[in-house]
Nanobody
Framework: QVQLVESGGGLVQAGGSLRLACAASGRTFSSSTVGWFRQAPGKEREFVAAIRWSSGITASADSVKGRFTISRDNAKKMVVLQMNKLKPEDTAVYYC????????????????WGQGTQVTVSS
């Protein structure tokens, strides 16, 4: 079993930055993929970014490329999403998710989910 807890959400002005963290507990992450998703009011949940734990290989959605960076801290068993140049359209609840193993589908197949953290970007 895996438990995921997000932190770092909040209110920021457009152009600002926020750092989200996902702390993991439970089984080892050595062969896992950890991702970030978001869901805005009235919209479907969408993939933001993900990282393969062992190699550090990452993928991200086109909408956040060049602005968001995903990374991991092995010692702390934590995945960080650094969000820069935030836009009002980035406003959403952000969720951390994990799946065991690697697939070519970065956005699907996640088994474990956190409770989410709210990010609000004002214009």
């Amino acid at each position: 079993q895996v438990q995921l807890v997000e932190s770092g959400g909040g209110l920021v002005q457009a152009g600002g930055s926020l750092r989200l963290a996902c702390a993991a507990s439970g089984r080892t992450f050595s062969s896992s993929t950890v991702g970030w998703f978001r869901q805005a009011p009235g919209k479907e949940r969408e993939f933001v970014a993900a990282i393969r734990w062992s190699s550090g290989i990452t993928a991200s959605a086109d909408s956040v490329k060049g602005r968001f960076t995903i990374s991991r801290d092995n010692a702390k068993k934590m995945v960080v999403l650094q969000m820069n140049k935030l836009k009002p359209e980035d406003t959403a609840v952000y969720y951390c998710a994990a799946k065991i193993g690697y697939t070519t589908d970065w956005s699907g197949g996640y088994d474990y989910w956190g409770q989410g953290t709210q990010v609000t970007v004002s214009s």
